[in-house]
């Protein structure tokens, strides 16, 4: 909570910068104008008030911006790169006003009088935007803070000022593709807000140092929880945890104005907070698809075992590949087998053993062993019924 300091205004070579969901108050500075690098800009919903400042069309290389659900007023600027803007950007603002394309009423006299004072405080939130102040965070990325590692970097625990715990995930930039997985990671998950979805806090980005910072997950991935011995989650856990799944499923295909595809649906990739409700990350190869666009091609292929066939086979990707997904994660949840099991015989899948034994009444035989027992009480209560 409070105003943005001008002394953003210092970081002239940041091209990625995100304060969205931080209870801001006061103006957009002046000063952004200034920050000639910017490429993608989200200050969506906080309660910062004014008008949005000329200054910001002088941001030529500017391809993402989001003021969306403030309380801005005034004229929206049109020149730069506000003249290839959408509405998606300036939604929730009721007294914004301008180019009849953005669906704003159009500006009447004394609409574009803007306040240019910026009232200079320091943020309860203390933001980590420079590489420095991540180094700190996480205790010098120190191998003891590690608490993941993906296919473009790796993830880790940090503190910030406010004593606020976050995870951090750094992109290897050494990797083919890293960084461009950034990109698409940052940009699906600024613009989609779901309680199961987990949310970016704040991101660095420069020519060598790409990160995130994400909510921290204190209790760990459900791949943990299904193969650990040490961890151990009962049938109503298990069936929250699918059921959230589907959920946030349902936002990414049909709960945004464009259906977004994660493209890599998986245990590693369900983390459970402290409540141990489960929340959907990893949004590195998702694709968002066009208007009345049911399918694209990719050659960034998801995790042998959960990938959908027609993925594998031609590069199709749709919400169908992620339903193909959840349908084996849905199996391995209750089996506590990988698909890629070293128990499966060679020429059967997790997928047609779960199908046998449903279709010759042994379902009892592929469930989880350790959920025998409550199964059996289910059962038990049921007849007495």
């Known amino acids: 909570m409070g105003d943005i300091p001008n002394s953003f205004a210092d970081?002239?070579?940041?091209?990625?910068?995100?304060?969205?969901d931080n209870r801001l108050q006061g103006h957009i500075p002046e000063s952004f104008g200034d920050l000639l690098s910017l490429e993608f800009l989200d200050l969506s919903n906080n309660s910062l008030s004014g008008g949005i400042p000329k200054s910001l069309e002088k941001l030529r290389y500017l391809k993402f911006?989001?003021?969306?659900?403030?309380?801005?007023?005034?004229?929206?600027?049109?020149?730069?790169?506000?003249?290839?803007?959408?509405?998606?950007?300036?939604?929730?603002?009721?007294?914004?006003?301008?180019?009849?394309?953005?669906?704003?009423?159009?500006?009447?006299a004394g609409d574009t009088k803007r306040s240019r004072k910026a009232i200079v405080t320091i943020l309860v939130y203390v933001l980590p935007i420079t590489g420095s102040t991540l180094l700190v965070a996480t205790d010098g990325f120190d191998k003891s803070n590690l608490i993941g590692i993906g296919s473009y970097g790796s993830v880790y625990r940090g503190i910030l000022a406010d004593g606020i715990k976050v995870a951090v995930k750094v992109f290897n930039k050494n990797l083919e593709g890293a960084f461009h997985s950034f990109e698409s990671e940052y940009e699906v998950m600024s613009n989609i807000r779901h309680r199961i979805l987990v949310k970016i806090i704040s991101c660095c980005s420069n020519d060598d140092f790409k990160a995130l910072l994400l909510d921290y997950m204190p209790n760990g991935s459900l791949e943990m929880w299904l193969h650990c011995d040490d961890h151990y989650l009962d049938l109503l856990q298990r069936l929250e945890v699918v059921l959230d799944i589907a959920s946030a499923l349902e936002y990414l295909h049909q709960g945004y104005s464009a259906p977004i595809v994660h493209c890599d649906i998986?245990?590693?990739?369900?983390?459970?907070?402290?409540?141990?409700?489960?929340?959907?990350?990893?949004?590195?190869?998702?694709?968002?698809?066009?208007?009345?666009?049911?399918?694209?091609?990719?050659?960034?292929?998801?995790?042998?075992?959960?990938?959908?066939?027609?993925?594998?086979?031609e590069g199709k990707v749709s919400t169908k590949g992620d339903v193909y997904s959840y349908g084996i994660l849905l199996m391995e949840t209750f089996t506590r087998k990988r698909p890629t099991d070293e128990s499966l015989a060679r020429d059967v899948s997790?997928?047609?053993?779960?199908?046998?034994?449903?279709?010759?009444?042994?379902?009892?035989?592929?469930?989880?062993?350790?959920?025998l027992g409550e199964l059996m009480n289910v059962i038990l209560q049921t007849s007495d019924v």
């Open 266 to 313: 998986k245990p590693s990739n369900v983390l459970l907070d402290e409540n141990m409700v489960a929340h959907l990350s990893d949004f590195g190869i998702s694709k968002l698809l066009g208007e009345e666009q049911s399918v694209t091609l990719t050659k960034t292929l998801a995790t042998i075992g959960y990938m959908a066939p027609e993925v594998g086979r």
């Open 65 to 108: 911006f989001n003021v969306s659900f403030n309380g801005l007023q005034g004229e929206i600027p049109n020149a730069g790169p506000f003249a290839n803007l959408s509405v998606q950007s300036f939604m929730g603002n009721e007294a914004l006003c301008g180019a009849t394309r953005l669906q704003v009423p159009p500006c009447k």
């Open 11 to 20: 970081l002239n070579v940041v091209q990625y910068l995100s304060l969205s």
């Open 350 to 371: 997790l997928k047609r053993l779960v199908r046998d034994s449903l279709l010759f009444a042994s379902a009892i035989e592929v469930v989880d062993s350790n959920l």
